[in-house]
């Protein structure tokens, strides 16, 4: 059961990492259809105007492509370690570099989404900028606990 889950996990990783590189690619056609069809479906309140929903494409486009990018690497660091839960052999090294990578891609997607906000503020981006800094110091403290298991690894494997 555990190894049936433990392919499931790859293999929608897998999924979710090469999905996101072709909606990342599309993204600049894709948010430009999201501005025009937000100003045509607004109910409440005064109609925005497209160009004023427009003047925001070039700020949110450079925050969703570079967030998109941190986020697929770390898609990237899953996909790896993933692979050594594959092998039986998680606690090694390069899952601890692994957690430290995907920590400060965390971190960074959420001081991204933290700066945009003050210029173009959604709540969907304070959520994105909270879940992330979450996740950062989350795998940060996954990599000293990882660490610290690689060194007992070696130890025993030092003492058979």
Not at 47 to 56: D, Q
Request: with cysteine; net charge positive.
């Amino acid at each position: 059961m555990n190894s049936r889950l433990n392919i499931f996990v790859k293999r929608m990783l897998d999924v979710l990492f090469f999905g996101g590189i072709v909606l990342w690619a599309l993204m600049p056609v894709l948010l430009r259809r999201i501005l025009v069809l937000y100003t045509s479906l607004a109910q409440h309140g005064p109609k925005p105007e497209l160009s004023a929903v427009m003047e925001a494409y070039v700020p949110t486009l450079i925050s969703v492509i570079t967030g998109g990018a941190l986020a697929l690497l770390i898609l990237w660091e899953l996909r790896r370690m993933m692979g050594t839960v594959l092998a039986d052999q998680c606690f090694v090294k390069e899952n601890v570099i692994s957690l430290r990578r995907m920590s400060r891609y965390g971190i960074a997607i959420a001081a991204l989404f933290f700066i945009r906000s003050f210029f173009f503020f959604t709540l969907s981006g304070t959520l994105v900028s909270a879940v992330f800094l979450i996740a950062g110091l989350f795998s940060q403290v996954l990599s000293i606990v990882f660490d610290k298991a690689v060194q007992y690894k070696l130890e025993n494997d030092l003492t058979i």
